[in-house]
């Protein structure tokens, strides 16, 4: 009977609630009622005064290769804290695809890092976007990463320079190929 269940530590299971609540808190608007015009995403990255070093990982792709972080110095990149249980994840997963075909060939780099999830559960929820991502999506299966860069809730997107250090955070979904966060991230691009 228990073949398919699946047992996680109980630690793993409050950060999993705390994080499903913090989500869905942050989408009630006041008085505790979602507004239709609450929907529509701010799309803005806001800036870390402090831009610290970010915290490396190494975690597991799709596809069994081991993504490390610190690796992809020299470029921007993206990572995007995410589950499929979380709708503003599921909802700006698309717009993560086509920022990352709008920037094809720039020193820019996305990394979806999928919080307690299976391969399987990510595979049935990327079969039913018009466009698979192309990106890599990797597996914080113990949420060790997630601890790590202190994430409260999801979607948290983390915006690094060359360098690997956290330029701009969104905490929340995003459009992420809305021209204004577009713009910010080619001056992050061009910059030496």
Known sequence: MKQGLKIFSVPVLMQIASLILVSILSHVGSFGIAHA??????????????????????????????RQLSALRGKVVLVNF???????????????????????????????????????????????????????????????????????GLPTTYILDKSGRIIYRAVGGREFDDPSILKQIRSLIAAP
């Open 37 to 66: 015009e609450d929907n529509a995403p701010p799309q803005l990255l806001f800036e870390v005064q402090t831009r610290p070093l970010a915290p490396d990982f190494l975690l597991e792709d799709m596809g069994g290769k081991k």
């Open 82 to 152: 995410w589950a499929t249980w979380c709708p503003p994840c599921r909802r700006e997963m698309p717009s993560l695809e086509g920022l990352n075909q709008a920037l094809k060939g720039a020193d820019f780099e996305i990394l979806a890092v999928n919080v307690g999830e299976d391969a399987d559960t990510i595979d049935a929820f990327t079969s039913t976007l018009d466009t698979v991502p192309a990106f890599p999506i990797v597996f914080d299966r113990d949420s060790r990463v997630l601890k790590a860069w202190s994430v409260m």
